[in-house]
C-alpha cells in the first residue's frame, strides 16, 4: 500500500481459522514503527495505548493508528507476523511515498461512554472449562465442562440487565468468543490481565492451562445465545454451548 507521511487508522481482524499472529513494523534498513491502539473488539478504548507489537487470536479485533511521518519518504515498512517463519511472516508492506500536512491528533480520551465494571456483592460466578475429553475408544472432543454440544442444554442463564463473573480455563490455546454480550477481562493466571485485554472484548485468549476471569455484562436482548471457541475447527467439532438470557 502506498501511503503519505501522514497518520493512518486501521482496524485489524485476525479472520484466521486457527493461526495466532503477533504483529510488529519493521522499516526497511532497521527501527520498528509504533502501533497506538485506541479500540478493541467492542469499541473505542477510554485512552490510547501504545503497543510494539499486537498479539491476536482469532476473532479479535484491533482499532490502531499508524503514523507514517515518523519515517522519511521512500521508507519501506513491513508489518510482519513474528509468531510465524518463511512467507506466513510476511502480512504486508507500506511504502511512504509522499509527504503530507496532517492536522489530525489522537486525543487523550477517546470515549466519555466508556467505564470501568464494578461487581456488586453476591454477582454470580460461572467456570466454563475448555478442554479435550476422551470419550471412550481412543476418540476425543471439544467440550466445555465436559460436555459436547448438544442444541437442547443450556450451560448458563444470565439476566438480561446482569453482570456476571466468568472464571474461562483451558487445556490448549482456544480463542472464546461470546454472542451478544460484552466484556472486561479482569485477571489473567492470577495476574492482571495483559495490555492486550484492554478494553470491551467479545473474544479472550485462553492460553493452556491459564484461567481467565472477566466480567460479562448483558445488556442486548433475551433470548438463546452462544459461547464458543473461535478456533474453526475446534468449533466444527462442536466445542460450543447455549446460554439462555432470561
Same mark, same amino acid.
Given at each position: ?40 473488539? %467492542? ?12 498479539? *491476536?487470536?482469532?476473532?479479535? $479485533? &484491533? !482499532? #490502531? =493508528? ?7 519518504? %521512500? ?12 512467507? *506466513?511472516?510476511?502480512?504486508? $508492506? &507500506? !511504502? #511512504? =511515498? ?149
Amino acid at each position: 500500500m502506498e501511503v503519505s507521511a501522514c497518520r493512518y487508522r486501521l482496524r485489524l481482524l485476525n479472520g484466521s481459522n486457527a493461526r495466532r499472529y503477533q504483529l510488529r513494523l519493521d522499516a526497511e534498513g532497521g527501527g520498528h514503527g509504533r502501533f497506538v491502539q485506541i479500540g478493541s473488539d %467492542g469499541g473505542l478504548l477510554s485512552a490510547p495505548q501504545r503497543l510494539d507489537t499486537i498479539d *491476536m487470536a482469532p476473532g479479535e $479485533r &484491533f !482499532d #490502531v =493508528i499508524i503514523d507514517f511521518a515518523d519515517h522519511p519518504v %521512500g521508507s519501506r515498512i513491513r508489518l510482519r507476523n513474528l509468531a510465524a517463519d518463511g512467507p *506466513m511472516r510476511e502480512i504486508m $508492506r &507500506f !511504502d #511512504v =511515498i509522499r509527504a503530507a500536512r496532517d492536522a489530525t491528533r489522537i486525543p487523550t480520551r477517546l470515549s466519555a461512554a466508556y467505564e470501568d465494571l464494578t461487581p456488586a456483592a453476591g454477582i454470580p460466578v460461572r467456570t466454563f472449562d475448555f478442554r479435550r475429553t476422551p470419550t471412550g475408544e481412543d476418540r476425543h472432543m471439544w467440550t466445555i465442562n465436559g460436555k459436547p454440544f448438544h442444541p437442547d442444554t443450556v450451560l448458563a442463564r444470565p439476566r438480561l440487565g446482569s453482570i456476571e463473573r466468568w472464571r474461562i480455563s483451558s487445556d490448549f490455546h482456544h480463542p472464546v468468543h461470546v454472542h451478544l454480550a460484552q466484556f472486561q477481562v479482569t485477571a489473567r493466571g492470577n495476574r492482571p490481565p495483559a495490555v492486550k485485554d484492554t478494553g470491551w472484548k467479545d473474544t479472550v485468549d485462553v492460553r493452556p492451562y491459564e484461567t481467565v476471569e472477566a466480567l460479562v455484562r448483558f445488556t442486548g436482548y433475551k433470548g438463546r445465545y452462544m459461547i464458543h471457541c473461535h478456533n474453526l475447527e475446534h468449533e466444527n467439532m462442536a466445542m460450543m454451548a447455549n446460554i439462555q438470557v432470561t
